[in-house]
């Protein structure tokens, strides 16, 4: 599979043109989307436009950009002026944004060609994808099994080869989780490295836009286009984001790597964790040195994120009333117009996750629910914050398992919210964290090894990735 680097580099030198490497691209959804159903839209016509630009740009000798040519999945939560957003959900049928998401329009100016919106749980609600009101997404690796979630569609593109890059949304994991289930490379940056404007919010505090790719290179040239300041997004941070992929050669000699002893015990698949120890190896081989780390309060980092989340979200999707946006339900009074609108338009788990939020939230029980859980998220980023005084990065599985069934776990929603036990803490703590394939289980499916580091140290955080990356 030739990756975003070698592509870019390729259009550039006029080795290839931009419509050549979009036409294989194409030819590889036409063959295998209908199987797998990653896209909720594929934006042929406006690609091969856009595509046709970025040739006639290089023929005028205009700079093209570090992703000249590449082709990109979005994850179908970021606004796309004039083109159809949903977010996997039927009450924002029929609208289109009026305006680009902050990212989108970084793409467009880098020289990437937008192949379509990917796929996800509906509003970014799950950890498999089943959750999309247009129909789940499937594992390439083994349709019979979930992408994982919530940024699944955006995945399984990389994974197949529809494109080599797609951007997700991660919340409590949803790209690296759906990342270490599909094989490939996924980043959450640090919370306010990527610009949120134009992100459709489902919980604002925990919220990240980041890379999938297929490999650590990618994900690094991803990442240094998108991210940096953006004045229409007041939680950005004010600093560029650096040469990342230049930080990526230099090795792990003399790193000090905690493997975390909360998220490697109970309740990890033993082939997973036996992946998660040969890693540990792996990295000690290189030169790390690697010790066993403790963030005690992220035993209740599950607990915690399942009430802020939820809270955050009634409050959201609040403005979802059939007025405003999409779907309107008519009924004889402006209340009863708002109640059928959200009945009809709202799936399972939304409803879920709204009246839990509103519960929480609700007078009499916010200081035992909701504040209670703000309180342990303190104590997590107090925990993480230790834990860095003494090694500079932190390893753990990303996800329990591989890639279970469908419908495995839709029955019970708290076996379901289990699989982002492992990603969860880094949200909460708003530091960054990968996934970075290594090997597969014991049934032949991808697992991922998650690699965190504190805040603003994603270079580091990539050394490793790319360490382990080259140790496969």
């Known amino acids: 599979m030739t990756t975003a680097v070698e592509i870019a580099a390729a259009v550039r030198a006029g080795e290839r043109t931009a419509r050549e490497v979009l036409d294989e691209h194409l030819a590889a959804i036409d063959a295998r989307e209908p199987e797998l159903h990653a896209f909720n839209l594929v934006t042929a016509d406006e690609a091969r436009a856009t595509a046709d630009a970025v040739d006639a740009a290089r023929a005028a000798g205009h700079d093209l950009g570090p992703l000249a040519g590449v082709p990109v999945a979005l994850k179908d939560n970021l606004c796309t002026r004039g083109v159809p957003t949903t977010c996997s959900s039927r009450i924002l049928d029929g609208w289109r944004p009026p305006y680009d998401a902050t990212v989108v329009e970084r793409l467009a100016a880098a020289g990437a060609v937008v192949v379509g919106k990917t796929n996800l749980d509906e509003f970014a609600m799950g950890s498999s994808t089943e959750n999309s009101a247009f129909g789940p997404t499937r594992n390439p690796h083994d349709p019979s099994r979930v992408p994982g979630g919530s940024s699944g569609g955006s995945a399984a593109a990389v994974a197949a080869g529809f494109a080599p890059l797609s951007l997700g949304s991660d919340t409590g994991g949803s790209i690296r989780q759906p990342a270490a289930l599909c094989g490939v490379v996924g980043v959450k940056p640090t919370y306010g490295t990527v610009s949120r404007y134009g992100l459709v919010a489902f919980a604002s505090s925990l919220d990240q836009i980041g890379p999938f790719a297929t490999t650590v290179e990618d994900a690094a040239l991803l990442l240094e286009v998108i991210g940096g300041h953006d004045p229409l997004d007041s939680t950005s941070i004010p600093q560029p984001v650096g040469d990342l ?228």
């Open 245 to 472: 992929r230049g930080q990526l050669g230099r090795g792990v000699e003399g790193l000090r790597v905690g493997v975390v002893r909360e998220l490697t015990g109970e309740g990890i698949a033993p082939d997973v964790a036996r992946r998660v120890r040969e890693a540990a190896d792996a990295l000690a081989a290189a030169g790390a040195h690697v010790t066993e780390s403790s963030v005690p309060a992220a035993v209740y980092g599950l607990s915690a994120y399942y009430l802020i989340a939820p809270a955050e979200a009634s409050s959201n999707l609040a403005r979802y009333d059939g007025v405003r946006y999409g779907l309107r339900v008519d009924a004889g009074n402006t209340p009863d117009m708002n109640e059928a609108t959200r009945t009809e338009g709202f799936g399972d788990e939304v409803k879920r996750r709204i009246m839990l939020g509103t519960y929480a939230l609700s007078a009499g029980y916010y200081d035992a629910y909701y504040g209670k859980a703000q309180r342990v998220r303190t104590l997590i980023i107090r925990d993480f914050a230790a834990a860095y005084e003494d090694v500079d990065v932190l390893l753990s599985p990303t996800s329990p398992t591989t890639a279970f069934a469908f419908g495995d776990k839709t029955a019970d929603p708290l076996t379901m919210y289990l699989n982002d036990v492992c990603t969860i803490p880094s949200n909460l703590a708003g530091d960054p964290a990968v996934s970075v394939p290594f090997g597969t289980g014991d049934d032949g499916l991808p697992v991922g090894v998650q690699v965190m580091a504190p805040a603003l140290q994603e270079g580091t955080m990539l050394r490793v990735a790319a360490a382990l990356e080259a140790s496969r």
